[in-house]
Structure formats: structure tokens, C-alpha cells
């Protein structure tokens, strides 16, 4: 499966659980791919504003939140801020960082990214 298969499938379900969240281990086993794929869609949707976490006794407890800011695009086309993102990639991705309030994707050499703001 794809990470955007994943990242659609993974909305979807963070939406419909509302206020009261679903921890990440759930939210993997509901969307039938293992934690370490989970944790790159909440690292680009963290990043994005579009999801809080919360660390309790079982995990992450993923919430949804609905704040929609414009994209800025920085001088050097590679820098986002935004709060709903769609990333398409026609190669792979080899790492997803979180570092506090920013993603780092890392793409193979040949990999072309498509970035696009997503609108309520």
C-alpha cells in the first residue's frame, strides 16, 4: 500500500473518532500497516497542523484539528507552512523526520514531489 493510501485511509478514520482520538497502534491495525508507516503520516500531518498528539499510558493518542492556514511558499520552493498538505511522490520515500515544528521528507535521487494544499 501506498503512504497516500495510507495517509487517505488514516484521515478518514482520525476524523470519524473525533474528540475522543484513537491511539496510534489502533490506528494502524484499523488501516492494516504497520506502526512505523503510521508514524510518517502523523509526522507530515503533525507538521501540517492538521493532528495534536497526546502520549498516554498505551501509545499516541492522535486528534484531529480543523485550523486551515493558507500555504506560504518560501523563496526556495522547498519550505511549506500550511495546514492541510497532500505530498505525492513518483518515487520513494527513504525518511520522514519530525523535528518539533517542521517535516523533513527525504526522496530518493530520481523522486519528483508534488505538493498541494488541501481546502475543507
Partial sequence: MKLREIAAQAIEI??????EGINN???????GT??????DVIAILKAANLITTERDGSGTRIYWTDESQ????????????????????DGSI????N???????????????LIETLND
Fill in 14 to 19: 482520525i476524523k470519524e473518532r473525533g474528540a
Fill in 70 to 89: 493558507e500555504l506560504q511558499q518560501q523563496s526556495n520552493g522547498t519550505s511549506f507552512v500550511a495546514s492541510k498538505l497532500r505530498v505525492y511522490t
Fill in 34 to 39: 504497520p506502526k512505523r508507516r503510521v508514524y
Fill in 99 to 113: 523535528r518539533g515544528s517542521e517535516v523533513v521528507i527525504e526522496l530518493d535521487d530520481q523522486a519528483n514531489l
Fill in 25 to 31: 497502534a489502533e490506528l494502524a491495525q484499523l488501516v
Fill in 94 to 97: 527513504y525518511n520522514v523526520a
